[in-house]
């Protein structure tokens, strides 16, 4: 799926506050196109915001993958000293904006404060279905992880989506 810049920041900004376009109209702006080619990783500037358009992410840390991040997700880039890597899966479009923009916009409108505050709240859920996923029975990850992904495969060979299903090759070419 593709998504053009307007249509990806109104379908993920919408669901966390219908009239952010009225109160925030400066938001859309800021937000400048990035490409990523396959296997490039993110420059990994504290507090930064991609949103995917195009393509996909695996966050990872220490070689284990720890979230994918589709088009129509948000990606934050932690705002504090961390290890992830963070690399594009495939060609991917993506639009970005700093958190020094988001600091100046903030500035001069508060109401960035709480969308980006709902936004964080997104995320968090985002981070947290790799820990839920973990928590059920071996053949309901594989169906939870293709129901919220169904392309995550042609993205990742059998090797990483064993080790982010936390299970061994074997068992996903059984279950899988």
């Not at 053009?4 to 400048?32: G, I, T």
């Not at 970005?96 to 980006?116: D, H, R, V």
């Not at 992880?145 to 042609?154: A, D, E, G, H, V």
Request: a positive charge; hydrophobic letters at 35%; charged letters at 25%.
């Amino acid at each position: 799926m593709r998504y053009h810049k307007e249509e990806l920041l109104d379908m993920v900004f919408s669901e966390l506050n219908q009239n952010w376009r009225q109160q925030l109209p400066e938001l859309q702006d800021a937000f400048e196109e990035v490409n990523f080619s396959k296997g490039e990783l993110l420059s990994n500037n504290w507090g930064e915001l991609y949103m995917v358009a195009e393509g996909a992410f695996g966050k990872y840390a220490k070689k284990q993958p720890q979230r994918y991040a589709m088009p129509g997700e948000p990606l934050l880039i932690p705002n504090f000293r961390h290890n992830y890597i963070f690399k594009a899966l495939a060609d991917t479009k993506t639009y970005l904006i700093t958190k020094e923009q988001l600091y100046a916009i903030n500035e001069s409108n508060p109401k960035l404060f709480s969308l980006y505050q709902k936004l964080i709240g997104k995320h968090d859920q985002y981070l947290a279905f790799r820990t839920d996923l973990l928590d059920v029975p071996f053949l309901e990850r594989c169906q939870m992880l293709l129901k919220r992904y169904p392309k995550i495969r042609s993205y990742i060979n059998n090797g990483e989506l064993s080790s982010f299903l936390n299970m061994s090759k074997e068992s996903l070419r059984k279950l899988c």
